[in-house]
């Protein structure tokens, strides 16, 4: 593949439209029997863990990578967590697991699947309510990492019925964890720990150097052992980086909440809980508000901090012990080089810089996939991008349907607009809406970014809206539409796109194995919600694509492309065997055709590979293909 322009080519020099899948949820956490990774003691097993069998058994692979590529996922986000590479401490890597991924990955090869290495991490690692960083990097800060929850520095799925009075964990609460202490210390630490913390140093080195040296060592390592693999197309820099206590301008004040409900410590309030100081923190209702209650973080009184060790930001002189805590610099975090910082231009990206030039050493030819803050729709989420910045990248921003995704509720004809919180009535209206969300992010991307390619790396829909009621019915047709709003969106701007997810071992009581998330398109050794989300596309253009739409009700697939007569190779289509079957009604229309309807260019149909084979025949202009079951 090569990037010309804002298009990704094939060696043919047709234009690529990739789909595929985040492969998958459930490694995100050590493999284990499904309901396991609830329990409290999962988090204390630190070293002794092993994530072979992330995303599936070896024996069960090609079974997998079948099913995709009938599926038409061709292109898969293979998710790997650092934890996962360097869990037993620095520089000690687990290399049977790093020969079962070389396994995993060459028979994805064999099945002509392509894939992107995706660094995964979610507010930070497994001990502040997510996944990603192995345990060592908060201990040799000093950190406790029994005593996360108890002083508020984090929630974490295991140990949330223990600390809150046996009541069950709240749906799409590990999200609050972005403006918990744990993770917004460890993210301001690992991206601007030279600014903040000047002073803090790990062997020798500033705790930032020192945190980025040790992650980019990993996935460099990590790149060796999977040399040549011809499934690997390139590789990702970091799942949704985040900006910690970066630009905060109060620490006071809870500015940039997550989680509209629950409870909203300020940084400062967050910050005095860490050290040992009961502090009182607002609850808020679901809108977030209204105080509903107060709630009291680390009420006996215990320092997250072991012996000989504090709080990073005490060591800075943001505050001091004076029989009580003392504020000393309210806006520390909210200047930069006497300025207010940008955190994707000042901090992310030459981080981003740093991790590409020496993942490249290897290979010049890979592709690679940044990120941004996860709002694609703002300017300041994105990296600015340059002509003297590297070369052959990708913005692989997300996208989601947030008022769905945090309620876990989805109605076709309702929606929140989350900036604005203004209602959206009407189906056509929703579409338009994230159609028009999605644009933003390719705007940005032309604008801000040289206009490099998009491909939107996350989005989804979790299974168990409404109360699990397609569990309960044995009914996904409101999932087919919801899904099927979303690719509506996705084929209106030409996006490249993976889904959120594909666990093999999601089941209906445990889902995702992750946070109670339960996204998997794949559930219990099936597929589920079909219709929604395998649909035609036009995997490779033999010319620039101008539009294509697929109607799930009519069944119709409309491709509109202008035609190269210098590319040899044929356009390929994909079409789902189980909506067209052996013999789709097909009409090919060139414009320079004197007769309407007429098919005038020479085309192929393989029912066995589900791929429509259009010849250019040495016709150069545009193409209109419509297909219909």
Partial sequence: MQIKNNLILDEDNRVLILRGVNLGGDSK??????????????????????FIGRPFPEEEAQSHFKRLKKAGMTFLRFIITWEAVEHEGPGIYDEAYLAY????????????????????????????????????????LGMDLNLTDSTGAAVTRQRYVQYNGGKPFPKMLWPCNYNRYAAATMFTLFFAGSVYAPDLFMEGENVQNWLQNKYIAAFRHVQRRLKNCAAIKGWGVMNEPHDGFIGLKNLDSAERYVIPAGPRPSPWQAIMAASGYPVKVPVYKMLGKNISRYEIFNQEGVSLFKDGYSCPWKQAGVWKDDEKPVLLKNGYFSMFKGRSPVFADDFLKPFSIKYITAMKEADEKNFFFIEGLPDCSKAQSHQAWSSGDPLNVINAFHWYNGFSLITKSFRPWFNINTHTAKPILGQKNIVKHFTESLAKGIGWTKEKMSDMPCLLGEFGLAFDINNRGGFKKGNYSLHEKALSMYYDAVDANMLHATIWNYSAGNTNKYGDGWNDEDLSIFSEGKERALSGWKRPYPMASSGIPAFFSWNRKRKKFTFCFNADKNIKAPSIIFLPGEIFGSSPKIKIRAAGSETPGEESMRYEYNYEEQQLLVYNNDYSGEVLIIVTS
Avoid: Y
């Fill in 29 to 50: 956490i050590p493999f284990c029997k499904p309901g396991e990774e609830i329990t409290p003691d999962f988090l204390e097993r630190i070293k002794n863990i092993s």
């Fill in 101 to 140: 991924l070389r396994k995993i990955l060459l028979a994805a090869g064999k099945e002509g699947i392509s894939v992107f290495i995706d660094p995964h991490q979610d507010v930070w690692s497994r001990w502040t309510g997510g996944d990603g960083a192995p345990a060592w990097t908060m201990e040799k």
